[in-house]
């Protein structure tokens, strides 16, 4: 797997410019882990207060036991 990043330009702003190049192997890494970060993300940003409570201390969830659905009847 080769990925190779050269900057190019420096910006005032603390960013930069850059080309970066890389294999087959390269790219398939690159989509796998930006996929994998988008993901998360995603998670992180529609969760609810209480997931995220959950991920701080597991023992916060609350989670409501399994109830059967009555059949209806005619």
Do not use: C, H
């Amino acid at each position: 797997m080769k990925i190779d990043v050269k900057i190019t330009k420096e910006n005032r702003d603390g960013s930069a410019d850059a080309v970066v190049k890389f294999d087959k192997q390269g790219l398939e890494t690159l989509v796998q882990w930006g996929l994998i970060s988008m993901l998360k993300q995603a998670i992180n940003e529609y969760a609810t207060a209480d997931q995220i409570a959950s991920r701080v201390n597991p023992t916060v969830a609350k989670r409501k036991p399994a109830t059967k659905k009555k059949a209806k009847t005619k």
